[in-house]
């Protein structure tokens, strides 16, 4: 067993100033450090979570995506110590006590990487996403925004995402290196408005399953 580990979360943001405030006071009970990456937004989202005093702020002067930030995010995290790097999204829902559901599992040795797994139906390519990764290495839910990782998994492989695969990369990477993982069902929230990331469904749809498809070759190689 593990003990006296540092708890680093990581949260990806863009134009999130409705709730950015109120998911970092949530979270701070379960976390030694808070990052807070602002992709691009045009709102008062960084103002907003720089107001708390309780999060690390990294500025992205433009949009970059999902991934890109939590690569930032994951490297600062490994430049403070972080021990268990946690990912979790700034819409609401998410729920901040799961973190250290998530986190026990780690910190006793039973995971090096925990999965949220969502109990409510998922879009359309989502599911198809879902079925290719559970069919293919066990993982109901891949896309799930709340995950924890040891230290050593991203030591390990170097990086968060190479692929664009929005967050899944890592947790394939790892199961081919012998990386334990568990999962631990979760209930979500409803958000306080339009995720952007779903505000296109049609959009969003493709950008999945190109993701999918972007996995499926890097199998390949």
């Known amino acids: 067993m593990l ?14 100033s409705k709730t950015i405030e109120k998911m970092i006071k ?10 807070v990456v602002d992709d691009g937004s045009y709102d008062d989202t960084s103002l907003k979570a720089e107001k ?17 930030s939590l690569e930032d995010g994951f490297r600062e995290a ?17 729920q901040p006590e799961d973190i250290k559901r998530l986190t026990e599992l780690i910190i006793t040795g039973e995971a090096d990487i925990v999965i949220g797994q969502r109990q409510h139906a998922l879009h359309f390519g989502e599911k198809i996403f879902a079925i290719y990764t559970n069919f293919r290495f066990g ?6 925004g709340l995950k924890a990782y040891t230290r050593k998994v991203y030591e390990s492989i170097g990086h968060f995402d190479t692929l664009g695969s929005i967050g ?5 990477e790892a199961l081919h290196r012998g990386f334990k993982i568990e999962f631990v069902p979760i209930d979500t929230g409803p958000r306080v408005d339009k995720s952007r990331f779903y505000f296109n469904r049609l959009k969003a749809n493709y950008k999945i399953l190109k993701a999918m498809m972007k996995v499926i070759l890097f199998l390949q190689k």
């Open 3 to 16: 003990f006296n580990q540092k708890i680093v979360v990581v949260i990806p943001a863009f134009n999130e």
């Open 168 to 172: 899944t990369q890592l947790i394939i």
């Open 26 to 35: 949530g979270v701070k009970p379960y976390a030694n450090e808070i990052i």
């Open 139 to 144: 993982i109901k839910d891949p896309l799930c």
């Open 52 to 68: 708390t005093g309780a999060a690390i702020v990294i500025h992205h002067k433009e949009n970059q995506g999902y991934d890109a």
């Open 78 to 94: 490994f430049k403070r110590e972080a021990s268990i790097i946690v990912t979790f999204d700034a819409d609401e829902q998410h």
